[in-house]
Nanobody
Framework: QVQLVESGGGLVQAGGSLRLSCAAS????????MGWFRQAPGKEREFVAA????????YYADSVKGRVTISRANAKNTVYLQMNSLKPEDTAVYYC???????????????WGQGTQVTVSS
């Protein structure tokens, strides 16, 4: 069982940066691949980024590639999402997710946080 708590969301102007954090409760955090997803009002939850248990493999959605970096600190049971050059279309609730295998689809993740709101003003 994994409990996930996101933080770091907020209001930022277009072109700004935010770093989201996701703290996990699992003692075996380093066994889990981690993903970030986002959901804007009226839209489906969509993939943003994912990282393998070791941090050696990462995947990004085309819409954020080059602007977003996913990383993890296994000693701190935490995964991060550094977001730069933010755009109004990045506005959404951002969720972190965990499972044993790295994946880019939401149905492949069994553990989810409660989400953190990111709002980018123009």
């Amino acid at each position: 069982q994994v409990q996930l708590v996101e933080s770091g969301g907020g209001l930022v102007q277009a072109g700004g940066s935010l770093r989201l954090s996701c703290a996990a409760s699992a003692r075996t955090f380093s066994s889990y691949a981690m993903g970030w997803f986002r959901q804007a009002p009226g839209k489906e939850r969509e993939f943003v980024a994912a990282i393998s248990w070791s941090g050696g493999n990462t995947y990004y959605a085309d819409s954020v590639k080059g602007r977003v970096t996913i990383s993890r600190a296994n000693a701190k049971n935490t995964v991060y999402l550094q977001m730069n050059s933010l755009k109004p279309e990045d506005t959404a609730v951002y969720y972190c997710a965990a499972d044993f295998n790295i994946a880019t689809t939401k149905d492949d993740y069994n553990y989810w946080g409660q989400g953190t709101q990111v709002t980018v003003s123009s």
